[in-house]
């Protein structure tokens, strides 16, 4: 069974920083993509980031503010920098990969509130 549990979402001024957390417990045989999307009240879920084989993608909103790592395929990070109130939503970490015996999947986490407002 694969759980991805996500952390760090906050109410942080405008301006401010932000580390999101995800944890990624359950064994893949190898990862495809390990990424972090966001979804607004009364929107679509979005890409935020992703890491893939050939390195990171960024939506063009966050590109120089967001940067996205991993520690392996155990955790998957989103440092957030110079927030604005436009980067309020529910985040939500994502992986894709494939397990032993369920193979090919994609999961996803809880979800983390982040509120920018002064």
């Known amino acids: 069974q694969v759980r991805l549990v996500e952390s760090g979402g906050a109410l942080v001024q405008p301006g401010g920083s932000l580390r999101l957390s995800c944890e990624v417990r359950?064994?893949?045989?190898?990862?495809?993509?390990m990424g972090w999307y966001r979804q607004a009240p009364g929107k679509q879920r979005d890409l935020v980031a992703v890491?893939?084989?050939?390195?990171t993608n960024y939506a063009d909103s966050v590109k120089g503010r967001f940067t996205i790592s991993n520690d392996n395929a155990n955790w998957v990070y989103l440092q957030m920098n110079s927030l604005t109130p436009e980067d309020t939503a529910t985040y939500y970490c994502?992986?894709?990969?494939?397990?032993?015996?369920?193979?090919?999947?994609?999961?996803w986490g809880q979800g983390t509130q982040v509120t920018v407002a002064s």
């Open positions: 994502n992986v894709a990969g494939t397990r032993a015996i369920s193979g090919f999947g994609s999961w």
């Open positions: 359950g064994t893949f045989l190898s990862m495809k993509t």
């Open positions: 890491i893939t084989g050939d390195g």
